[in-house]
């Protein structure tokens, strides 16, 4: 007979400034209620400025480079200087958007490991959107991979100057 192994979890690691607290407690929730493991590398206190966007940013980039979580959620005001540090880390493809589509063909096409919003620009309900078209797409490989080899490349050329 064979044995049947629990299928693991996807692990997806979430990261966030003072701003967005309750919007990542509440996309946590969201994941964690449909079966994704979720790990918080994020600030938990509104009052807390210390924990300026490149910390959360870098962090969960580089969790998923070490293999602790596979992809990331990443909140800022806008989504952008968190994305933008994230993409600093050799590997990521973090995407901020504010609509679903984009949230979708990111992961389609660009094969996008972290998905980034605002919570200065997103609704809750809109937020949850997001994750969802992000989540549930997959990459379609293809002539898309060799656009994402092309950014690989641009890393490579760019390692150690
Ligand atoms: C903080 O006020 C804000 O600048 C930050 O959360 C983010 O929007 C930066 O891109």
């Given at each position: 007979f064979r044995i049947r192994l629990r299928e693991d979890k996807m692990k997806i690691g979430f990261g966030n400034d003072h701003t967005g607290v309750?919007?990542?407690?509440i996309l946590m929730e969201h994941l964690t209620e449909k079966g994704y493991?979720?790990?918080n590398?994020?600030?938990d206190d509104p009052n807390d400025r210390t924990d300026d966007y490149p910390v959360p940013g870098r962090k969960v980039a580089e969790a998923i480079m070490k293999g602790e979580v596979d992809q990331g959620v990443l909140i800022c005001g806008t989504g952008v200087g968190i994305s933008l540090s994230a993409n600093k880390v050799p590997g990521i493809r973090?995407?901020?958007c504010s609509e679903p589509y984009t949230a979708m063909?990111?992961?389609r096409h660009n094969n996008a490991n972290i998905i980034a919003?605002?919570?200065r620009v997103v609704g809750t309900e809109m937020a949850k959107m997001i994750v969802d078209a992000f989540f549930d797409a997959e990459f379609e490989g293809g002539r898309h991979q060799r656009r994402i080899d092309m950014?690989?490349?641009i890393?490579?050329?760019y390692q150690g100057k």
């Open positions: 309750e919007l990542k407690k493991e979720c790990v590398y994020g600030n973090a995407c901020a063909m990111t992961k919003m605002g919570s950014i690989t490349q890393e490579k050329d």
